[in-house]
């Protein structure tokens, strides 16, 4: 039993930078990151050949309890000022706006489920519904297998041998992607767990998502705090109760870092309990709506690539 969950966007704007915008529709506006989705979707499919898929949506990039939390978070990608109760806008390249509703468009043509959360990121979808299928037993005989397809490093957190659940991280590409397990979460970090990395995420800090980190404490001096407490909770009870094996800069860092270190977790976890429907992710073995894809496919001239996808539903399925 197999479950792939894509992080969409991360895909999309991977596949809009990496492929050429000359990549046109025969009325001339860009299908470079459509194309690219698409062909990245067929290869999974392949290569995996995953029971289930779903293809997770950010319904909001900038949550407002994380902002709450940590207003810098991801302030720095704001599109434009926004007066107050009104959602800040994502900075966006204009040709690959438009390219968004044209993916929804095919993926509800060909049946790849789509499912977002209000007021949450496509993260916290992929979390909560890790957190589901990890909660169901396995039948007698059969092997969970739950595969993350991102180029988010921040989801290495849900990597768990024991359920099944690693990441594949396209640092090469989709097709050579790193496949990212406990194994190789202690030969790149020297952290045995997912939620090792999360701490040491938390310490560390990400200027990419304006998450400021505790000053003072890079990479490898989490990483070494977490090797030698066991994790964020320890390190800060050790910084409070002075139990050794902190320098007395890293105590008054750690200290001084408290109403950082109280909200950051809020931020960097990802939700396991997001509002996500249930829907039916499994891999369709044809195309819910035949007639709105050919539309589709020869409106935006992707033919080929929706094409592939689905030689891929096909072969996986016969």
């Given amino acids: 039993m197999s479950l792939m969950l894509l992080d969409t966007a991360s895909l999309y704007f991977r596949a809009f930078f990496g492929l050429p915008d000359t990549l046109r529709s025969p009325d001339g506006k860009p299908v470079n990151a459509v194309r690219g989705l698409l062909d990245m979707i067929a290869f999974l499919v392949t290569e ?14 900038r949550p407002a309890f994380r902002v709450e939390a940590i207003p810098s978070y991801k302030g720095h990608r704001v599109a434009q000022a926004t007066p107050p109760g009104v959602p800040d806008v ?11 509703a044209v993916i929804v468009e095919v993926l509800a043509a060909l049946g790849i489920a789509r499912v977002g959360a209000p007021g949450h990121e496509a993260d916290d979808v992929i979390g909560t519904l890790v957190a589901r299928e990890t909660s169901r037993p396995v039948p007698d005989g059969a092997t969970r297998r739950v595969d993350i397809v991102t180029g988010d490093r921040d989801l290495f957190q849900l990597v768990d041998d024991a359920a099944g659940v690693r ?10 992607p790193d496949v990212v397990d406990q194994a190789k979460l202690a030969e790149k970090y020297g952290l045995p767990t997912g939620a090792a990395y999360a701490d040491m ?9 304006g998450l400021p980190g505790v000053p003072g404490i890079g990479e490898k001096t989490a990483v070494k705090l977490l090797t030698t407490f066991g994790d964020l909770d320890a390190i800060r009870a050790a910084a409070a109760d002075g139990t050794p094996g902190l320098t007395p800069s890293q105590r008054a860092r750690l200290r001084e870092a408290s109403d950082y270190l109280d909200v950051a977790p809020v931020v960097v976890q990802v939700a396991r309990d997001a509002p996500v429907d249930e829907v039916d992710d499994a891999l369709p073995r044809a195309p819910h ?4 894809l050919d539309a589709l ?4 001239g992707i033919r080929s690539s929706v094409d592939r996808v ?6 996986r399925w016969s």
């Fill in 201 to 209: 995420a938390i310490l560390r800090g990400d200027p990419s998502d």
């Fill in 167 to 176: 990441v594949l991280f396209p640092a090469r590409g989709v097709r050579d």
């Fill in 297 to 300: 496919a020869e409106r935006w």
């Fill in 90 to 100: 994502e900075e966006v390249p204009d040709a690959l706006t438009p390219q968004i």
């Fill in 289 to 292: 709506d035949p007639e709105a």
């Fill in 310 to 315: 689905l030689t891929a539903l096909e072969r």
């Fill in 48 to 61: 995996h050949r995953p029971d289930r898929l779903v293809a997770c949506w950010d319904e909001d990039w």
